[in-house]
């Protein structure tokens, strides 16, 4: 079939087919090559958006990123359903088959050394942010030589501004430690981890500021006992907001590959 690859993920063999219906990146659905006993996950794309030039174009239009990072994430979730795939990075693209298993075939004691690594676990991140707290103002400094105004209302500013710099290194060092010790206990149930640098507030849209960002590969079987243990930190420092998302197919964990195609 005519169009380039576009790559999801490596795998072992499937136990179970993925959803009939599954739509993949340009509304291609996905489809499974099989070389010595690897399964890539691709779909077929058209070269007009997908070629070099246009592909790094594209990646350009949030809209379209944002929809085609939603398809690619699409069928990583469904794979992830029915096997432990090891996850490429979004707009990895071949040529034809050809570029594809030659690629499969460099890189095959790799994928297979990852994936026994990552066989029946999966990755769950855990994020911890202070919560938005509103800064009360210090009452202006009067003394702005009218009749009647004391002097020492420029010294109560300034000595209530000090304060108010004080409690917020406070609350900051109280949420590092927490943080710190966190990520000590999940790193201590979990097989791996890694620690993401902190997203800012500006371009994640969310409120409060972060101070953990963290990934944890977990046994499947673990998993349920893994989200238990998060769920009892909550709550446990005012002022302190955990989330917990996945689980994911492990990309944290699988960084060694780029996933650079041969155009």
């Not at 340009?26 to 794309?45: T, Y």
């Not at 246009?54 to 992830?80: F, N, S, Y």
């Amino acid at each position: 079939m005519s169009g380039l690859r576009y790559v999801y993920a490596i795998c072992r063999p499937l136990g179970a087919p993925l959803q009939s219906q599954l739509t993949g990146v340009a509304g291609d659905p996905p489809r499974l090559l099989n070389h010595h006993g690897l399964i890539a996950v691709v779909s077929h794309v058209p070269e007009r958006d997908f070629a070099e030039k246009p592909l790094r174009e594209h990646l350009e239009d949030l809209d379209w990123l944002t929809a085609t990072a939603r398809a690619h994430q699409g069928v990583i979730d469904a794979l992830t359903v029915v096997t432990t795939p090891l996850p490429l990075r979004l707009g990895t693209v071949f040529r034809d088959d050809s570029g594809l298993r030659t690629m499969m075939e460099e890189r095959e004691d790799y994928f297979r050394r990852t994936l026994d690594r990552l066989q029946g676990r999966v990755e769950w991140g855990v994020k911890v942010y202070t919560e938005p707290e509103p800064e009360a103002e210090p009452a202006a400094a009067s003394g702005d030589g009218r009749p009647g105004q004391k002097a020492a209302s420029g010294r109560d500013y300034l000595r209530q501004r000090r304060q108010s710099v004080r409690a917020h290194e406070d609350k900051w060092q109280q949420a590092e430690q927490f943080a710190s010790r966190l990520h000590e206990r999940l790193s201590a149930y979990a097989e791996d981890s890694r620690l993401h640098a902190p997203q800012n507030p500006a371009l994640s849209g969310v409120s409060g500021r972060n101070v953990l960002n963290a990934a944890y590969l977990v046994s499947r079987v673990h998993s349920e006992e893994f989200v238990e243990l998060v769920d009892r930190t909550k709550g446990e420092v005012p002022g302190m907001r955990v989330e917990l998302t996945g689980p994911w197919a492990a990309y944290s964990f699988a960084e060694e590959f780029t996933g650079e195609g041969d155009r």
